[in-house]
């Protein structure tokens, strides 16, 4: 294997590593902001723990179906349209003036998170087929994975 093709698979670990970093900061941000958002929006308790748990919910229940979809139309397909999907959830997030919008924009965030994080492993796999190196791109996958 030449350099720019070496070069050219470590550059792309590091776009999925920066896309599933994304997605990991996202939940801390919503987090933080929590108490923002709750005085923003007039959100009650129960009502405030949906801009989590509907996020959580569709992130973890498409997980599957984000990995077989990478299977039928292609990873790095799925992988670029979560990209985009999770980044207009996240503007739509940022632009929300009602509840009601805030949880529909992170549950539409929440499935775009889920695509990203089933093909991104898948991706990073198939760049990767020597021992070695794959034991490598794991690592640093695993460690912005935390």
Do not use: H
């Amino acid at each position: 294997m030449d350099d720019a093709q070496d070069r050219s698979r470590w550059i792309a670990l590091l776009i999925l590593c920066l896309g599933t970093l994304m997605i990991v900061l996202d939940t801390t941000i919503v987090n933080v902001a929590l108490p923002t958002i709750n005085r923003s929006l007039g959100f009650n308790q129960s009502s405030l723990a949906w801009v989590v748990n509907g996020y959580l919910l569709t992130f973890g229940g498409f997980l599957l179906l984000g990995g077989r979809l990478g299977d039928i139309f292609g990873a790095r397909r799925l992988f670029m349209g979560g990209i985009a999907l999770f980044t207009a959830a996240s503007l739509a997030c940022g632009l929300s003036e009602s509840q009601t919008m805030l949880v529909v924009a992170r549950l539409i965030q929440g499935f775009g998170g889920a695509i990203v994080n089933a093909v991104s492993l898948a991706l990073t796999m198939a760049l990767f087929t020597e021992q070695g190196e794959r034991a490598k791109a794991m690592g640093i996958f695993g460690f912005v994975g935390l």
